[in-house]
């Protein structure tokens, strides 16, 4: 019994626990794209760095707070600052609507020059948040770093193995549950996520209903930029912020939200869990969980690793080559792209 | 600089007229134009100050003659070619360079050995340079980097440890270290039970720690970088409990990881980072202060032993012969015979024209051991309340 304990603790440490605060991360990222897609009817390449941008502007703001003295520990000071981030995250997207997507919008232009686009303004993205903070490894995770440390868990329970429980890790998942709802009955049941619906639904006939288009497209984009930032922020606060990470992790994002079915919300919550748990579970070497399980004699003499860490990234493509092969709609039947 | 020319074009003017001395050209090839030109100029004048010193001490029968030549430190064939150049046109009888692994490596196969002429290298720690196919012809006063996982592997087995597990950052520079520890961990008896790249750059590196912690090993080697990978390796092993005890190689020594973690890595930490508590390294700072450079720039310390040694070898064998130089840089490099320091090679030379031996220290204690190669020096610290303590000189 004992064994089985351990042998879950060990799992719960190294895979269960951080895959699902990366997951977390991931389909936060993935909504934010999703909700472009199905609105705006492209995917949105900057949606990476608009993650960083809002990122800095709240790091800005945590350094002014921690200056004034303000704190709220034993939670990290960039819940506070959060707000903040969000408020620069739209004024950024909604100015890059204006100057940028509403000529090609009223272009009437291809999706692919719209991502065409977005390609370059992620760039532009990339360099005002360097040219803003900078390019170094900051860390933000003030406050109380743990609910309770491998060496307080062994203590309390016992167990041979330990197990670690971040406050950031706990703060992503209770964030993602509450915005998510949020965003759900927002779209469900306001008037407001109806017409978005309707407008992501058929362009025209929205139109006809008497829905403003510029109006829907400013909601998305507020929506978008919101969702990005308190990704990245949450990112940030679980790992540590470095603007070069928010451009890699743009790619495991786009594999969540086309494995879960682009331009369904669900789908991209899925899709993040989908990649993050497969990415470590795939990588994870069980050689410690099988000691446990199995009896004696029985554990192998290798590593039982899948696939090496190197080839982390590679586990979400092959996730989304065999998506697009099998069911192009993704999981939960999103538009082919 | 000036004034070394100067004075070096006043001696060869002056000294034919009063002993008859030939004139013997030495080659310096360095990259004076490329990504490392912001130290080539000290390292080329630490080395004409050696010979300067040489030139003024008026005990060897000829005057040395810099001459300089552009390695470019990328380019390996116009390495090639500026190295033809010396030997052939300027008929140089050694050559204090190259300075890059990569170029190093191109002349000493191309030109050098072909034409056999010594190189001593201050600069190139490539691992490969150790078994290259060179007659004896080449030396270099800088450490290989295969040294430091020697010296790794003696720090770990001496701690009575003989399970580790390495991760090391993606590139050249990790994996050779990873190789050579490995190498002389297990014939130490010592057991690897895992080694996995990591990438820099990455913001999370949960997976890599715990694919790490499942090889069972208690001790974690980190040959990373303390910005990058390396910190993220070391602060996910901390707080998943992965590992509390880590050794670092010197890419991993930096004030910044103990800003960025803390008290939490105190008493969890061993680790090299080349160093000597040698006397010469303060000598060689205040001779090139008085020659008008920067000795204390990277590698110039090297250069200066490099040509030293040469100079050495010459006044040995009592002859610029490129052989006899070759055959004799060993002897005056490494012990038996009198210490010499930076700023003393007029001594040097004059107990080796009475045919006693001398035992070069130079500024980086300079001792070659195996194909001719600096033995290296490390620093052993630990992370004790805060700070790196050092601990032995090994």
Known sequence: MTDFLNAFVLLANFVIVPATAYG?????????????????????????????????????????????????????????????????????????????????????????????????????????????????????????????????????????????????????????????????????????????????????????????????????????????????????????????????????????????????????????????????????????FLGYVLPEGWVPPGLVQLLSTDYKFAVSFIILVIVLLVRPTGIFRGRVL | MKRILLATAATAL?????????????????????????????????????????????????????????????????????????????????????????????????????????????????????????????????????????????????????????????????LGLAESFTASFEERGGNVAMTAAHEDGRGDYSAEVAALQASGAQHLMVFGYVDQGGRGIVQSSLDTGAFDSFFFADGMQGQSIIDAIGAELDGKVVGTVPGSDNPGTEAFYEIAEGAGFDGTTSFAPESYDAAALITLAIAAGGSADRTSIRDHILTVANEPGEEILPGELARGIEILLEGGEVNYIGATDVELVGPGEAAGNYRVYEIQNGSFETVEFR
């Open chain 1, 24 to 288: 977390a991360q991931l389909a936060l990222g993935a909504l934010g794209v999703t909700l472009i897609y199905s609105v705006l009817r492209f995917a949105n390449f900057a949606h990476g760095d608009t993650m960083a941008f809002g990122t800095a502007v709240a790091i800005l703001f945590i350094w002014l707070l921690q200056a004034w003295g303000v704190s709220i520990a034993p939670l990290p000071t960039a819940l506070l600052a959060l707000p903040i981030g969000i408020l620069g995250a739209c004024a950024l997207a909604l100015g890059t609507d204006r100057l940028v997507y509403r000529f090609y919008r009223r272009q009437r232009s291809a999706p692919v020059v719209f991502v065409m686009v977005s390609v370059g303004v992620m760039f532009i993205y990339n360099a005002l948040t360097r040219f803003l903070i900078g390019v170094d490894d900051r860390r933000i995770d003030d406050g109380e770093r743990f609910l309770f440390t491998v060496a307080q868990f062994r203590a309390a329970t016992g167990l041979e193995q330990g197990l670690a429980l971040r406050t950031s890790q706990v703060i992503t998942v209770v964030v993602m549950v509450i915005v998510t709802a949020a965003v759900f009955w927002f779209l469900q049941k306001t008037r407001t996520g109806k017409s978005m619906r309707a407008y992501s639904d058929n362009e025209d006939l929205a139109l006809l209903s008497g829905i403003n288009p510029d109006r829907v497209v400013r909601i998305t984009w507020l929506l978008a930029a919101a969702l990005a930032t308190i990704a990245g922020v949450l990112y940030g606060l679980d790992k540590s912020f470095r603007p070069f990470t928010y451009f890699q992790i743009l790619l495991p994002i786009f594999a969540a939200a086309i494995v879960g079915g682009i331009g369904q919300p669900f789908g991209a919550i899925a899709g993040g869990f989908i990649i993050a748990f497969a990415e470590t579970a795939f990588t994870y070497a069980y050689r410690g």
């Open chain 2, 14 to 174: 002056i000294a034919p007229a009063a002993h008859a001395q030939e004139s013997v050209n030495v080659g310096i090839i360095l990259g004076f134009t490329g990504p490392i030109e912001t130290i080539t100029p000290n390292m080329a004048a630490a080395a004409e100050l050696a010979f300067q010193e040489a030139n003024d001490s008026g005990l060897l029968d000829m005057q040395l003659n810099p001459v300089r030549a552009d390695s470019t430190c990328i380019d390996s064939a116009a390495a090639t070619a500026a190295a033809e150049r010396l030997i052939t046109a300027d008929n140089v009888a050694a050559i204090v360079g190259a300075d890059c692994s990569g170029v190093t490596i191109a002349i000493v196969n191309n030109v050098a050995v072909p034409n056999g002429v010594v190189m001593v290298s201050p600069s190139a720690t490539s691992p490969a340079l150790t078994t290259i196919d060179d007659d004896g012809y080449f030396f270099r006063t800088a450490p290989s980097d295969a040294r430091q996982g020697e010296v790794l592997a003696e720090v770990v087995t001496d701690r009575g440890i003989d399970e580790v597990a390495i991760t090391y950052t993606n590139n050249d520079y990790g």
